[in-house]
């Protein structure tokens, strides 16, 4: 089976690992460092800014808790997006607000945005669906002029940019994911990135149980001839990374661009060979100035065929999928609203699988098992529909 997503590790990982292991110290120290720097290099900020945890998800809850985000706050989102944020939201008690998103880039406008704020919005999340940057300059300038914090989802768009600058660095707080269904894979594994310097340097104390004190381990570091006594500045949980994980991440990062090589190989061959097939609609093209990751390919299909091809690729051994699933739907968000453009782009998307370990040769059995499902399904289609045409 042809997965959709699919991690490329190897060697080169392995022998970090290895490394890690023999040193005898397998927690957090300072490969996590080396992971850190490396990632605040690569997306431009600070080393004091960014936080290597043990998930995206983790971090998006460390995100809101700093953004003080609380009973009576709203937190607009759209509505196609990541379950775990609107989790993280609705966890601190606040309601999450769900906007529309633009049908053919799944990513909600400034327009879809500046709906649904009210005098209550705290935040806005956003994220970049399937690293298309989408409007993250104009959104984090109306997030601004409002005085309203900016939480951008990341976690697919590790390589996007605009004009230059990183997805994940134009709002107040930025995550990304490394789990094993994404681009940089550490098995498991997330990045947070905190603007404001104070926030910033209260985030480790909040991933690591609240306490205010470092360990004794390391003489330069030492608080006190106690080391081992503590106090607590928050009632936090255990969310930190360890030198394994990073020590993983660090080579992955290191082959990053390679990776999106490959993977803007594979998407000019999709939008090459599927162009012009019937009834087949492809990415719209990247606005100037934009790059993005190319974490998804999505194609969306007209006549109500998406899922009888999703079917007709699986019995072929492809396997595509949806993402995300609209969360205004989800009957414990408790939303009564009506997003028409989401529901267009949700009955009629399909993700097709791209990922740096296809060979053209599977891209190419991926484009001929397209093109054969759309018109036999567009074909039955036809003839269902109209008897009369099928008589003559
Ligand atoms: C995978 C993913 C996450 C969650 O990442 P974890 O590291 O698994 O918690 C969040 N947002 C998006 C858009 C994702 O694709």
Known sequence: MINVVQPSLGERELSAIR??????????????????????????????????????????????????IGPGDEVVLPTICFVGVANAIASRGARPVFCDV?????????????????????????????????????????CKERGIQLIEDAAVSVA????????????????????????????????????????????????????????????????????WEFQVSSFSRRSISNDVLAAV?????????????????????????????DALHQPPPLPEGHTTSHYMYWIQLDDGIRDDVARDLYARGIYT???YAQLHKVKAYGADVRLPQSDAASASTLLLPIHQGLSDADVERIVGAVRDSVSERREQGRLSASPVRKAA
């Open 19 to 68: 490394e890690v292991f023999e040193s005898n110290w397998v927690g957090r120290g300072t490969k996590v460092e080396e992971f850190q720097e490396g990632f605040a290099r690569h997306i431009g900020v600070g080393k004091d800014h960014v936080l290597s945890v043990n998930s995206c998800t983790e971090a998006t809850f460390l995100a809101m808790e700093l953004a003080d």
């Open 321 to 323: 999928t949806f993402r």
């Open 160 to 227: 996007s940019t605009v004009d230059g600058k990183p997805c994940g660095t134009f709002g107040d707080f930025g995550v990304w994911s490394f789990d094993y269904g994404k681009i940089v894979v550490t098995v498991d594994g997330g990045m947070l990135y905190v603007r404001d310097p104070e926030l910033a340097a209260r985030a480790p104390k909040l991933a690591y149980f609240g306490l205010e004190q470092t360990s004794g381990y390391n003489e330069a570091l030492r608080s006190s001839t106690r080391w």
């Open 249 to 277: 991440g660090s080579v992955q990062l290191d082959r990053l661009p390679g990776f999106i090589e490959r993977r803007a190989e594979i998407a000019a061959h999709y939008d090459r060979e599927l162009a012009g097939v």
């Open 102 to 142: 633009d049908r053919r880039t799944l990513n909600p406008t400034v327009a879809d945005i500046e709906a649904v704020l009210t005098p209550r919005t705290k935040a806005v999340a956003i994220l970049h669906y399937g690293g298309y940057p989408g409007d993250v300059v104009q959104i984090a300038a109306l």
